[in-house]
């Protein structure tokens, strides 16, 4: 049960009073540098995917370097760089792929005016995502 128990324990309220903040605060900060990157990268005519993967690339550096110093850290245990970054990136390729999915079919659907709205709606749903998981996965 160990390993199994822990994983479905049930959330200390402080701890998550102190960690929701952070990560709104984190992610406010990646969803201006995303937003902006992914605008003017698409305004100065480069393509729709390609920005939108170079901009949450940026984005997420922000946001892993932020959230595993202050977001997530434990004072009993310690962030493990080696550990955190592999699973970081994979969970990143995932929302990415999603998301990137997402905003590609609405600028081909609709427009790229569209796009540029629906990207930070289709981003918030997606950080809800990683929130979950980073907690539960990436940062532990």
Do not use: E, M
Request: hydrophobic residues 55%; aromatic residues 10%.
């Amino acid at each position: 049960c160990g390993r199994c128990c822990r994983a479905i324990a049930i959330v200390d309220p402080a701890v998550l009073r102190r960690q929701v903040p952070l990560y709104v605060i984190v992610g406010l900060a990646q969803w201006a540098l995303d937003a902006g990157l992914f605008i003017a990268l698409t305004a100065s005519g480069a393509p729709v995917v390609a920005s939108n993967v170079a901009s949450r690339a940026s984005a997420a550096l922000l946001g892993f370097a932020l959230n595993g110093r202050y977001t997530f850290q434990s004072p009993d245990q310690p962030w493990r760089l080696g550990r955190s970054l592999p699973r970081f990136v994979a969970i990143w390729c995932a929302l990415t792929a999603v998301g990137t999915l997402s905003v590609s079919a609405v600028d081909a659907h609709g427009s790229l005016g569209l796009a540029w709205v629906a990207k930070p709606l289709i981003d918030a749903v997606l950080a809800a995502a990683g929130f979950i998981v980073a907690r539960r996965w990436i940062y532990r």
